[in-house]
């Protein structure tokens, strides 16, 4: 069977998917067991699977739904106790007190503290966390969605504290030619991975900077009064300012200190500087912007999660308010650094299968290191914290079950059919997985404007997978194959490799999904996908013109040390 058609047919999910969420407004619900049993399908007849296999592939993923649904369901259980507390119209009161203008507020929650959020957990905790918080604050559960989604996007990259980059890339390159190559050359792959560190935070820092103007452009055109562009232009100066605050010191961090902290310490000293300014109205413009009125808000913008934050009537001082989240960020840090002992611990207790049904596919969680149980942790602390009465404890736990259960579902069939196309690979007949069969066939369409193309194949692994770090073990062999077939420098291309495979969380549907959990939104994906598409592929194309432009001043090398 030639290689056209068999890019073609690992394609058809994916082509599927997309008309049936963008093309025809289906729901999730409704797509993701079509595209489940399509890529099955291919998979069983022209990948020379069995339905073993398919069935390894898919017991693998209810260990992944579990780490999902778990984290999903911390996060909105946790903003429903503060709910409940009167923590959420503290927070809500403090903001107004920064700035009562939304724009400034996405700057500041979605660009900042989602970005730390992201540097210290990864794997779709700051969309969780920040769009059922916007929903308190008053803003539309869709703008909510559609922004925590964007903000998976620049700190995406050395989320996690790294992981991507030190997991995702060293374990995608680990094997006999890159270790040749670099014993050759004198290096280990701690070099290797500060190099591809360097250029992915400078190219990240180019791009990147425009990411909070892009969110105010998008809350002001399609969810303000007058659906306006100039609503958002007006707040391009502040904008930039709040880029540059992150971008600056991620991509110095970056450059100097490796990949654990880049996210992490820009989003702090950018928060330090931001909200100082925007206390001060620095670059402000003169009026404050409000959205558009809620009773006038059509039905797609609501999702059922609902906050009346005065409901209780309770008073709570806002350190109180906002010391859960603070409290949070802080176990994150102090959990994912490798030089401390709660790691180990942590990653100590581990469930898992291995070999499942005598594939070679496995699966295991370590329930204890997710960041889902670092929240249930802070939950505790909140209830006493708040003094909590038991009714509004019960309250909080009934309202996140019945969210958490509606999106399992969902779940279940889109991560189902990620694995099968990730272990489509483990075939009798030779056949690589769908997904570098496809990265395969490009590359050899594209030849040498491969640069520009470069960060796109890592978005399709994170669209596929939802997740940078699978997209970086997926791919960056792959990557480094073409870099030195094409005799072009290896760091860049697997820098952009990194850089892309952040911009494709933008678009990854089980991150759309678990997103649209939290707030209430179940059903409406598509409308999501159709926004966010577009900083996507603005963060793609800029990506991808950088990598041409660099790599052709560099000229070609086959040496690490380009």
């Given at each position: 069977?030639?290689?056209?058609?068999?890019?073609?047919?690992?394609?058809?999910?994916?082509?599927?998917?997309?008309?049936?969420?963008?093309?025809?407004?289906q729901?999730?619900?409704?797509?993701?067991?079509?595209?489940?049993?399509?890529?099955?399908?291919?998979?069983?007849?022209?990948?020379?699977?069995?339905?073993?296999?398919?069935?390894?592939?898919?017991?693998?993923?209810?260990?992944?739904?579990?780490?999902?649904?778990?984290?999903?369901?911390?996060?909105?259980?946790?903003?429903?106790?503060?709910?409940h507390?009167?923590?959420?119209?503290?927070?809500?009161?403090?903001?107004?007190?920064?700035?009562?203008?939304?724009?400034?507020?996405?700057?500041?929650?979605?660009?900042?503290?989602?970005?730390?959020?992201?540097?210290?957990?990864?794997?779709?905790?700051?969309?969780?966390?920040?769009?059922?918080?916007?929903?308190?604050?008053?803003?539309?559960?869709?703008?909510?969605?559609?922004?925590?989604?964007?903000?998976?996007?620049?700190?995406?990259?050395?989320?996690?504290?790294?992981?991507?980059?030190?997991?995702?890339?060293?374990?995608?390159?680990?094997?006999?030619?890159?270790?040749?190559?670099?014993?050759?050359?004198?290096?280990?792959?701690?070099?290797?991975?500060?190099?591809?560190?360097?250029?992915?935070?400078?190219?990240?820092?180019?791009?990147?900077?425009?990411?909070?103007?892009?969110?105010?452009?998008?809350?002001?055109?399609?969810?303000?009064?007058?659906?306006?562009?100039k609503?958002?232009?007006?707040?391009?100066?502040?904008?930039?300012?709040?880029?540059?605050?992150?971008?600056?010191?991620?991509?110095?961090?970056?450059?100097?200190?490796g990949?654990?902290?880049?996210?992490?310490?820009?989003?702090?000293?950018?928060?330090?500087?931001?909200?100082?300014a925007?206390?001060?109205?620095?670059?402000?413009?003169?009026?404050?912007?409000?959205?558009?009125?809620?009773?006038n808000?059509?039905?797609?913008?609501?999702?059922?999660?609902?906050?009346?934050?005065?409901?209780?009537?309770?008073k709570?001082?806002?350190?109180?308010?906002?010391?859960?989240?603070?409290?949070?960020?802080?176990?994150?840090?102090?959990?994912?650094?490798?030089?401390?002992?709660?790691?180990?611990?942590?990653?100590?207790?581990?469930?898992?299968?291995d070999?499942?049904?005598?594939?070679?596919?496995?699966?295991?969680?370590?329930?204890?290191?997710?960041?889902?149980?670092?929240?249930?942790?802070?939950?505790?602390?909140?209830?006493?914290?708040?003094?909590?009465?038991?009714?509004?404890?019960?309250?909080?736990?009934?309202?996140?079950?019945?969210?958490?259960?509606?999106?399992?579902?969902?779940?279940?069939?889109?991560?189902?059919?990620?694995?099968?196309?990730?272990?489509?690979?483990?075939?009798?007949?030779?056949?690589?997985?769908?997904?570098?069969?496809?990265?395969?066939?490009?590359?050899?369409?594209?030849?040498?404007?491969?640069?520009?193309?470069?960060?796109?194949?890592?978005?399709?692994?994170?669209f596929?997978?939802?997740?940078?770090?699978?997209?970086?073990?997926?791919?960056?062999?792959?990557?480094?194959?073409?870099?030195?077939?094409?005799?072009?420098?290896?760091?860049?291309?697997?820098?952009?490799?990194?850089?892309?495979?952040?911009?494709?969380?933008?678009?990854?549907?089980?991150?759309?999904?678990?997103a649209?959990?939290?707030?209430?939104?179940?059903?409406?994906?598509?409308?999501?996908?159709?926004?966010?598409?577009?900083?996507?592929?603005?963060?793609?194309?800029?990506?991808?013109l950088?990598?041409?432009?660099?790599?052709?001043?560099?000229?070609?090398?086959?040496?690490?040390?380009?």
């Amino acid at each position: 069977m030639s290689k056209d058609l068999l890019f073609f047919l690992a394609l058809m999910p994916i082509l599927v998917a997309a008309i049936m969420l963008v093309g025809f407004r289906q729901s999730a619900r409704r797509t993701m067991p079509v595209t489940f049993l399509l890529t099955s399908g291919v998979a069983l007849l022209f990948w020379g699977q069995g339905m073993v296999e398919v069935a390894a592939s898919s017991i693998q993923s209810l260990f992944i739904t579990f780490d999902i649904l778990y984290i999903v369901f911390a996060a909105i259980l946790l903003l429903n106790l503060l709910k409940h507390s009167g923590g959420v119209g503290a927070i809500r009161a403090g903001f107004a007190d920064i700035s009562p203008d939304r724009r400034v507020q996405v700057i500041i929650i979605v660009w900042l503290f989602g970005s730390f959020i992201e540097g210290a957990a990864g794997f779709g905790t700051p969309a969780a966390i920040v769009a059922p918080l916007l929903v308190a604050l008053g803003f539309p559960a869709l703008a909510a969605v559609i922004l925590g989604m964007m903000v998976q996007s620049t700190a995406v990259t050395f989320g996690a504290v790294g992981t991507p980059v030190l997991v995702g890339v060293r374990g995608g390159l680990e094997g006999p030619e890159v270790a040749g190559a670099l014993e050759a050359l004198g290096m280990g792959f701690p070099e290797l991975l500060d190099m591809v560190t360097a250029r992915a935070a400078m190219t990240h820092a180019v791009v990147g900077t425009l990411m909070p103007f892009l969110m105010v452009l998008m809350l002001t055109r399609f969810f303000g009064k007058n659906r306006s562009w100039k609503d958002g232009l007006e707040m391009f100066p502040f904008a930039l300012f709040g880029g540059l605050a992150f971008t600056i010191p991620y991509a110095l961090t970056g450059v100097f200190l490796g990949p654990e902290f880049p996210s992490l310490l820009g989003s702090l000293v950018g928060l330090s500087i931001v909200v100082t300014a925007a206390k001060r109205g620095f670059l402000l413009p003169s009026r404050a912007w409000e959205m558009e009125a809620r009773e006038n808000w059509p039905a797609e913008w609501l999702g059922t999660l609902s906050f009346s934050v005065d409901e209780n009537g309770k008073k709570v001082p806002l350190w109180k308010a906002w010391f859960p989240y603070f409290l949070l960020a802080i176990l994150l840090v102090l959990s994912r650094l490798p030089q401390l002992p709660f790691r180990e611990l942590l990653t100590s207790i581990s469930v898992g299968y291995d070999e499942i049904l005598g594939t070679p596919i496995s699966a295991s969680s370590i329930p204890l290191y997710l960041p889902g149980s670092i929240m249930l942790l802070v939950c505790l602390v909140t209830v006493f914290l708040h003094d909590m009465r038991g009714r509004e404890v019960a309250r909080a736990l009934g309202e996140s079950s019945k969210m958490i259960l509606n999106a399992g579902v969902v779940l279940l069939f889109a991560v189902a059919m990620v694995r099968v196309y990730i272990n489509s690979g483990e075939n009798p007949i030779g056949l690589e997985a769908m997904p570098i069969l496809m990265a395969e066939w490009v590359a050899d369409l594209v030849g040498y404007v491969y640069p520009a193309v470069a960060p796109s194949i890592g978005a399709l692994g994170a669209f596929i997978a939802g997740s940078n770090t699978v997209s970086n073990l997926m791919f960056s062999l792959f990557q480094y194959g073409v870099a030195d077939s094409l005799s072009m420098p290896p760091t860049w291309i697997l820098a952009l490799q990194a850089v892309g495979a952040a911009a494709g969380n933008m678009v990854a549907i089980h991150n759309v999904v678990a997103a649209s959990a939290t707030v209430g939104l179940l059903g409406k994906e598509g409308m999501v996908l159709r926004k966010t598409v577009f900083p996507t592929l603005y963060y793609l194309i800029f990506t991808g013109l950088i990598g041409l432009l660099v790599i052709g001043l560099l000229g070609t090398t086959d040496v690490f040390m380009d």
